[in-house]
């Protein structure tokens, strides 16, 4: 007997017992399906973190300060900034780093504010998207002006609409709030989440000098953290070494190793690293409901050999030979494998999309993926098809014969 005449018997087989092969199918499709949905949306989540870094820059690095190490004369000036850049040559851009939260309120609504004060750079390291208005100027920099550029997402929740440039808000602690003008409004990260949950609480985002962010929540001058941005990809190195180096001259504290320097991309490796190994133990506990499906498929073809024996006892009577029969139950075990290996992957991928929509993510399944996917499930197949396909196999034709 040829492949085709076992596949076509095996689909007929199939095809007749129509209900119970897609229950014994159900435990493949469910375990495939989860593989597939939890992998591609942990690479796609992987892909957009990794599309966010570059946003800000790939040539970005955190120039920090060792807290456990540092004393509060180490800690890094306004002024230090602007020596970065004008004294490193490999350095481009480079801005302080205050962060602080408090509240933002309109005549419309207030909400919970997450306020990032920097110098007119930080707009370029972040690689922030203008929609309206301008960025804040060196001048309204270094006298603490009160201005402030918003997101998108927060004009709109605030204003109930995008254009809000000349409006006014006030900004700072719920208590000592400061009104401030909207000079600029940029794009948002989370008009996606807006769009399908208007009433999504969504921080307000607030960009302001920080010399002004300092005043307004009282800080004093020092910051423990610069992002500077190098010239080049080969220049990041260089540029982190001798911002140490200048921060190191300018505080005396040379050999206490009080500063670290760390590039963004150092960062992405680390989580796309915690993201990968979360992606991969979730997709082995879901892998775990394949091993019941490969059960269900075992019991099915020996429910099947039972039920079959006269035939097999007229096959061999006629001449059918082991292997014969051992292939024949062998191609039909891999065949319902394969087959709700199919559907769920087409399941898994629809899941996939349909989980990634709402959660913003663009769900990336490579081709190897689905390679590995359909190969394991004839592999399951082949594994728990073995023992019925022997046990038919092997029966005796006169016993087979004479069975009931």
Not at 68 to 77: E, L, P
Request: charged content about 20%; some cysteine.
């Amino acid at each position: 007997m040829n492949l085709f005449e076992n596949v076509k018997m095996a689909l007929g087989s199939i095809w007749s017992n129509k209900m119970r092969s897609f229950l014994t199918m159900l435990g493949i499709i469910i375990g495939i399906s989860s593989v597939i949905t939890v992998v591609s949306l942990g690479q796609g989540g992987q892909n957009t973190i990794t599309g966010e870094f570059e946003k800000i820059g790939s040539n970005t690095v955190i120039i920090s300060v060792d807290s456990g190490k540092a004393d509060w004369s180490d800690y890094i000036t306004l002024e230090d900034t602007k020596q970065l850049k004008e004294k490193i040559e490999y350095i481009r851009y480079a801005t302080p780093v205050v962060q602080a939260q408090g509240w933002a309120s309109s005549n419309i609504d207030s909400k919970i504010a997450f306020i990032t004060g920097g110098s007119t750079d930080v707009f370029y390291i972040e690689n922030s998207e203008l929609l309206y208005g301008r960025f804040f100027n060196d001048i309204e920099y270094e006298e603490g002006k009160a201005v402030a550029v918003i997101d998108s997402s927060t004009a709109k929740s605030l204003f109930k609409m995008e254009d809000v440039v000349g409006m006014t808000l006030d900004i700072g602690p719920r208590t000592a709030q400061k009104s401030v003008t909207v000079i600029g409004v940029i794009k948002s990260e989370y008009d996606i989440f807006l769009d399908m949950a208007g009433d999504i609480d969504i921080p307000a985002m607030v960009y302001m000098p920080a010399t002004t962010v300092r005043d307004l929540f009282l800080m004093d001058g020092t910051v423990s953290r610069v992002f500077v941005m190098a010239d080049s990809k080969e220049n990041i190195e260089s540029a982190g070494n001798q911002a140490k180096k200048l921060l190191e001259n300018r505080h005396g504290n040379r050999g206490r190793d009080v500063y670290k320097a760390e590039s963004l991309m150092k960062q992405l490796d680390q989580i796309n690293n915690v993201v990968g190994i979360f992606t991969t133990f979730v997709a082995a506990v879901a892998a775990i409901s394949l091993l019941v499906g490969g059960v269900g498929v075992m019991n099915i073809m020996l429910v099947s050999v039972t039920e079959r024996t006269r035939e097999i006892g007229i096959r061999k009577a006629i001449g059918a030979r082991t292997g014969h029969i051992l292939f024949q139950f062998l191609t039909e075990s891999v065949i319902i494998s394969c087959i709700g290996g199919i559907l769920g992957l087409i399941f898994g991928i629809m899941g996939a999309f349909g989980l990634g929509k709402i959660a913003g993510i663009t769900p990336y399944l490579s081709p190897s993926t689905i390679i590995i996917a359909i190969l394991f499930s004839s592999a399951v197949g082949i594994f728990f098809g073995i023992y019925p396909a022997r046990k038919a196999a092997m029966l005796d034709p006169i016993e087979a014969l004479r069975y009931e």
